[in-house]
C-alpha cells in the first residue's frame, strides 16, 4: 500500500509543476503587455538578432575567394526580397534556396 501512496503522490506533485510552469508565462505576459520596454524591444529585437546572425554566418568568409561568391550572392538576394516585398518568409526562403542552388551547382567543387 505504500508504494500505491508513493506513485499517487509523485504523480500529484508531477501535475502540479506542469501546470504552474505552463501557467506561469501567462501570468508573467500580464505586466509585460503595458512595459515600454517590452513594447521597444518587440520591435527592434528581431532586426538585432538578424544582424547577429549574419556577422555570426560571415565572419570568417574569405572575401577573396571563388567560394565566398554563393553566401554573399545569396545575402545580396535576402535584402533585395525583403526590399521589394517586405515578407520575412520570401526574403528567408529566397535567399536559401539561392544559396543552396549557387552552393550545388555553380560553385560545386
Given amino acids: 500500500m505504500p508504494d500505491t501512496r ?6 500529484l506533485v508531477s ?12 501570468a508573467a505576459l500580464t505586466p509585460l503587455r503595458e512595459s515600454g520596454t517590452a513594447r521597444y524591444l ?5 532586426a538585432g538578432v538578424m544582424v547577429i546572425l549574419v556577422v555570426y554566418c560571415l565572419h570568417d568568409l574569405p572575401v577573396t575567394e ?10 545580396a538576394v535576402t535584402v533585395g526580397l525583403h526590399l521589394w516585398r517586405r515578407t520575412a518568409l520570401l526574403s528567408i526562403l529566397g535567399g536559401t534556396a539561392t544559396h543552396v ?3 550545388s551547382t555553380v560553385f560545386a567543387h
Fill in 6 to 11: 508513493y506513485a499517487i503522490a509523485a504523480v
Fill in 15 to 26: 501535475a502540479a509543476v506542469t501546470w504552474a510552469l505552463r501557467a506561469l508565462p501567462f
Fill in 42 to 46: 518587440s520591435a527592434h529585437m528581431p
Fill in 66 to 75: 571563388a567560394r565566398a561568391t554563393a553566401p554573399l550572392v545569396a545575402l
Fill in 101 to 103: 542552388i549557387l552552393a
